[in-house]
């Protein structure tokens, strides 16, 4: 476990977002990631528990992923800034929202990815000014949380239709 720890942290610092064209495949891990998925996306690799044939099919979840590293590419210079900024609006909507699922799900790197993970064209044409539409102000995403009841499909839906 501590060796796997030292990697991730080892790829997090060396690595920088510009060097990814698209997500590569990081060999399985025993120990993470942690929490319900199987696979998560650090630092430009995507770090998978059990057979990669087993999720790689999943052609939403993998541009999904991808998404968020042109996200990272586009606009910071590490994989640390991308993280924190990430990690702040998340923050800062699950404080107003009074939910760490609805602060998450509504951030403008999420809000994005999710609308558009069945566009397999979306990335072909991704540029710097794609989620500058995607930001939403605080009390919005309160409404916007509010009425899909708290749901993550419902919102995915919504989001998608807007």
């Known amino acids: ?7 991730l942290i080892w790829i997090f610092i060396i690595d920088y977002p510009r060097k ?7 060999p399985e891990t025993k120990y993470f990631p942690i929490g319900k998925t199987k696979e998560r996306m650090w630092a430009g690799y995507v770090i998978h528990r059990g057979e990669f044939e087993q999720w790689y ?8 992923l991808n998404i968020h590293l042109a996200q ?3 606009h ?4 640390i800034g991308w993280y924190l900024d990430y990690f702040f609006e998340t923050l800062i909507g699950a404080l107003y929202l009074s939910s760490w699922k609805g602060g998450s799900l509504t951030n403008r790197y999420e809000v994005e990815a999710l609308s558009n993970e069945d566009d397999m ?3 072909s044409n991704y540029n710097s000014e794609s989620i500058k539409r995607y930001r939403i102000p605080l009390s919005q995403r309160k409404e916007l949380w509010e009425s899909v009841g708290k749901d993550k499909t419902k919102l995915k839906e919504l989001i998608k239709s807007i």
Not at 2 to 7: R, T
Not at 57 to 64: C, E, F, Q, T
Request: cysteine-free; hydrophobic content about 45%; overall charge positive.
């Open 20 to 26: 990814h064209r698209l997500l590569d495949i990081h």
């Open 57 to 64: 099919d999943n052609r939403v979840r993998w541009l999904h």
């Open 72 to 74: 990272a590419r586009t």
């Open 76 to 79: 910071h210079v590490t994989w």
């Open 121 to 123: 064209y979306y990335l």
């Open 1 to 7: 476990m501590i060796k796997e720890l030292l990697l």
